[in-house]
């Protein structure tokens, strides 16, 4: 009989997630009522704002409390159904944490089918789903990009950030990555054909920012906040954009209500730009839309992307904790099962 395992969170970390942060849990699954299907889960994704939920701290959604189990988006297979909308075989997405089965109203708005001519099961938690759906709508909607002006943008060769950059290319402008390490610059640049991509940890990101950027920056894609920010700011031109999407580098700071943030480092500044935090969830009545758009672009190979697979559940604490330290290279992902 299979059982469902699920991780829960069992204390509220202070800085980094610790493994005492995570409790295992199994569980009998029950028997479907009407109009439900049980999900066989075979991708669950990692995400930095995952972090946050854990802190008792109310942002733009509700902490996460002791015993829940940890919220996360994952895709897999419909295995049994009792609703006519869904059938044995169908790929689904479902926002409904880290386990490997998931039961659900077929209703449940958490709940969405995935057409794999968009892409792979995984990639819909990528570069077609979230994290991709977040590059597209904080771009287009909020960095108001125009044809031959300069991009820049951090974690460039992650999830969200290689998709900014590549699709400020299709836009017509100039993409300027930075990133961690010599091999995710070379990435960046050589494979994704960023302009520049320059390495922060190098101890040169000023000098390197303004060489890469002669004619200043447009609109900078904050991911990261910190130093990333501070080097930024002072080459922002009289009219960028900053579309704020996080600030990765604080999310394990012991109490980020205390943490200096990019809007503490923008409004500090003689010209502030036009600035705004952002949710995907914004434009959740077009997300067709953009998944639709993004697969097209990977059909015809405009939009790259790469995964970081760790394998199994119980190992998901540590992946994510690698995540927010630079670990993965590409999307951060957790096979929990085969699809067959
Ligand atoms: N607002 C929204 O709706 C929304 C939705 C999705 C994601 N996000 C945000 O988008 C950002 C990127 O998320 P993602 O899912 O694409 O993750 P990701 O970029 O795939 O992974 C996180 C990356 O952050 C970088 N990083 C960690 N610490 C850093 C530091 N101190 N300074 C600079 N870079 C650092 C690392 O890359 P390097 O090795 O290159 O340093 C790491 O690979 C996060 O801030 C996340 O919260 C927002």
Not at 78 to 84: D, E, L, M, Q
Request: aromatic share 8%; net charge negative.
């Amino acid at each position: 009989m299979i059982k469902n395992t699920q991780v829960l969170l069992a204390k509220r970390p202070r800085g980094e997630a610790t493994d005492d942060c995570f409790e295992i849990r199994e569980l009998e699954i029950p028997e479907l009522a009407d109009n439900q299907i049980l999900i066989r889960v075979c991708w669950l994704s990692l995400d930095p704002y995952m972090r946050g939920r854990m802190n008792d701290v109310k942002s733009y959604a509700d902490p996460l409390q002791i015993g829940d189990v940890i919220t996360g988006e994952s895709t897999g297979i419909v295995i049994k159904s009792t609703s006519a909308d869904f059938s044995e075989g169908d790929p689904v997405a479902a926002h409904m944490g880290w386990q490997s089965h998931i039961v659900a109203n077929a209703d449940d708005p958490r709940l969405m089918k995935v057409d794999l001519n968009n892409g792979s099961l995984s990639a819909h938690l990528g570069v077609v789903g979230m994290p991709g759906r977040t590059a597209y709508f904080g771009l287009t909607e909020v960095g108001k990009p125009q044809p031959g002006e300069t991009l820049v943008v951090a974690a460039a060769s992650g999830a969200v950030g290689s998709a900014v950059g590549q699709i400020a290319k299709i836009k017509g402008l100039r993409a300027v990555g930075i990133a961690g390490g010599a091999e995710k610059c070379r990435y960046v640049k050589e494979e994704l054909k960023f302009d520049a991509c320059i390495d922060y940890k190098a101890g040169n990101l000023a000098a390197e920012l303004a060489e890469a950027c002669p004619d200043g920056i447009d609109i900078y894609f904050e991911n990261v906040g910190g130093d990333v920010t501070k080097a930024v700011a002072p080459l922002l031109n009289p009219r960028a954009r900053v579309p704020i999407c996080g600030y990765v580098s604080n999310y394990n700071d012991e109490d980020i209500t205390a943490s200096e943030t990019p809007f503490h480092i923008l409004k500090s500044l003689d010209t502030v730009p036009e600035h705004r935090f952002f949710v995907v969830t914004e434009w959740r009545d077009r997300w067709v839309e953009a998944t639709r758009q993004l697969g097209s672009w990977i059909g015809d190979g405009r939009l790259k992307y790469r995964e970081s697979i760790g394998e199994g559940l119980e190992n998901a604490p540590k992946y994510f904790r690698g995540m927010l330290k630079g670990k993965n290279f590409g999307k951060q992902l957790i096979k929990v099962a085969d699809a067959d």
